[in-house]
């Protein structure tokens, strides 16, 4: 379960907060299960984790 992290001021720059979002400590393998799908790109910025399916250019930006 890859999880890539972005630094907060990257994350503001590509305007991660427009993307459904939930808390790291929250399960990442249960949200996919339930609600994202297997094959969703997630990318760990500060305290959140976001999913940036839909644009995946944001998903290549972000470090291991």
């Not at 590509?14 to 990318?43: D, Q, W």
Request: hydrophobic fraction near 35%; charge should be positive; proline fraction near 3%.
């Amino acid at each position: 379960m890859r999880v890539k992290r972005m630094t907060v001021a990257e994350g503001k720059r590509v305007g991660i907060g427009r993307f459904p979002n939930f808390h790291k400590t929250g399960s990442i393998k249960g949200m996919k299960k339930l609600y994202y799908g297997a094959e969703c790109l997630l990318v760990r910025c500060g305290s959140y984790i976001y999913n940036v399916t839909t644009e995946p250019q944001i998903y290549n930006q972000a470090t291991i």
